[in-house]
């Protein structure tokens, strides 16, 4: 994995986040997004929340890693039988936090978020960056059947840039 490249992309879409968010005005950030049923703001925050949940799989790929391979697949069947309610929650959540955090909170959260990844990036050795884990492929087009922890760590940037071409405001 080339870790220099990772750093790039989170700082990429860190200014990018910034730049979007510094930029926008309060009509653009109500605008309906291209193809969600979020606003512009409610969707800039799931972009964040994209960052937000790393650590968790992080966490998760790293307690599966030691476990037999059957037990991360059958984690990934169960979640993958529960996309409704995923789903929902997640819509919600994004609704919910794009809704209520002020704009500077948003782009607070990101800068710590960036930096904290940055930090544990850093720390990552090729052996731990080749752990992976079985993942639901029905929560998410970029999450693949198995996972390694350098696959994690690019995640957060290919969602950020889907999400970020379904923008109805502004881009730069």
């Known amino acids: 994995m080339d870790k220099a490249a990772v750093h790039e992309e989170?700082?990429?879409?860190?200014?990018?986040?910034h730049e979007l968010l510094d930029a926008a005005s309060e009509s653009?950030?109500?605008r309906a997004s291209s193809g969600t049923r979020w606003n512009n703001r409610q969707l800039l925050f799931h972009m964040l929340l994209g960052y937000l949940?790393?650590?968790?799989?992080?966490?998760?790929?790293r307690t599966f890693d030691h476990l037999p391979d059957g037990?991360?697949?059958?984690y990934a069947r169960l979640l993958n039988?529960?996309?409704?309610p995923f789903d929902a929650v997640n819509f919600a959540g994004s609704w919910l936090g794009g809704t209520l955090m002020p704009r500077s909170w948003m782009l607070t959260l990101f800068d710590r978020t960036i930096a904290a990844l940055h930090h544990r990036l850093d720390g990552e050795s090729e052996t731990e960056l080749a752990r992976g884990m079985h993942y639901p492929?029905?929560?998410d087009p970029f999450f693949q059947d198995y996972m390694t922890l350098a696959d994690v760590y690019r995640f957060p940037t290919q969602h950020f840039d889907f999400h970020r071409?379904?923008?109805t405001m502004p881009l730069d």
């Open 10 to 17: 989170m700082e990429r879409t860190r200014r990018s986040f």
């Open 28 to 30: 653009d950030l109500r």
């Open 53 to 61: 949940i790393i650590r968790a799989l992080l966490r998760l790929v």
């Open 71 to 74: 037990a991360s697949r059958g």
């Open 81 to 84: 039988a529960g996309t409704v």
């Open 137 to 139: 492929t029905r929560w």
């Open 165 to 167: 071409a379904q923008l």
